[in-house]
């Protein structure tokens, strides 16, 4: 009877720290990841184009320096912002417990969903000779 009302105190506060745990290491990563995931999956993609274009013109810097190959690799620079933007919501991500595993996963969608699109609109708009 004499340690009652601390093993009810006791019990509060375990029931407080199990919920505690539960929020931060199930339903916060959860919710982050519903939160985000459209908007990781449109800079994953969007990423994934400027590096290819900074790269195809810096290529084209290399091979045929011309005042025009210049111009496309600095505004090919310039659109490397866009993966500032996706590195940052990578790391928030992280933070708030969304493993590697799922955004690895989630990047590998925006590409095979945003790859189809592409096909698509490529067989569209083809010429056929």
Do not use: W
């Not at 029931?15 to 519903?34: G, H, Q, R």
């Not at 005042?67 to 620079?77: C, G």
Request: aromatic content about 10%; overall charge neutral; charged content about 30%.
């Amino acid at each position: 009877m004499k340690y009652e009302k601390y093993l009810i105190a006791l019990n509060i506060v375990a029931s407080v720290a199990c919920i505690s745990l539960a929020i931060k290491y199930v339903a916060v990563p959860f919710a982050a990841a519903n939160i985000y995931k459209e908007q990781y999956k449109e800079l994953v993609f969007g990423c994934d184009n400027v590096m290819r274009d900074h790269l195809i013109a810096k290529n084209k810097v290399i091979n045929d320096k011309t005042e025009d190959s210049i111009k496309q690799l600095k505004a090919a620079e310039v659109g490397l912002m866009t993966c500032d933007d996706y590195d940052r919501l990578r790391k928030r991500m992280v933070d708030l417990g969304v493993s590697e595993g799922k955004l690895s996963m989630f990047g590998l969608e925006a590409i095979e969903e945003k790859a189809e699109d592409v096909r698509t609109f490529v067989r569209t708009h083809e010429f056929k000779y």
